[in-house]
């Protein structure tokens, strides 16, 4: 499926990719209201979280549902019905990872969040949208909206549902005009609000 208009050419990522989907992810998330106060040594953040997005991203490659724009600008990974974020064994050393890459502190944070986010997943089966990221350099453009577009023609062709957790408030806005609609919302240990949002199959 191509899209429409100008923008981009979109492609379903490979592991020749990783590098740059990790580049950026780590851009787009490095000053996150969730993500950026999880990895609180300035120092090395870039290098930590660099880390933890790798993990996760080459993980989500065992699924076709990494989607970049022509040049890597944006990023969306997306996990299908039934899926999970990370395999089993991915899964039972996560939190030895994260103690070696952060500190047992800062270790525990992270673990506590993500423990949140797995509770809100909804049980009916969904496409999962784990990250969406527009390279720091490439805001502005529209792409990650852009990119979210075009993904979800490729859902609804599908005939699935869509899940995500809406970290930074300004995108909430920005979801609703392509269909998402809100369902709920937690809080982490720092006082920030995700917001949980679901777009029915069409």
Known sequence: MEPSGSFPAVRVATIDDLDGVVATLTSAFFDDPLWGPAFPDLTHREAQASALWRLFAGSALRYPFTYLTENTESVAVWIPPGGIDLTENES???????????????????????????????????????????????????????????????????????????????NDARYRSVGFERQGEFTVASGHIITTMWRSAR
């Not at 070696?100 to 909804?122: H, N, T, W």
């Not at 062709?157 to 899940?163: K, N, Q, T």
């Open 92 to 170: 039972l050393g996560f939190e030895s990872f994260l103690v070696d890459l952060v500190g047992e502190e800062a270790a525990k944070g992270i673990m506590v969040i993500s423990a949140q986010f797995e509770e809100v997943r909804p049980t009916e089966p969904h496409f999962y949208l784990s990250l969406l990221a527009t390279h720091h350099d490439h805001r502005g453009r529209g792409l990650g909206m852009g990119l979210l577009r075009e993904n979800l023609e490729r859902i609804d062709a599908l005939g699935g549902a869509a899940h995500l957790e809406s970290s930074n408030p300004v």
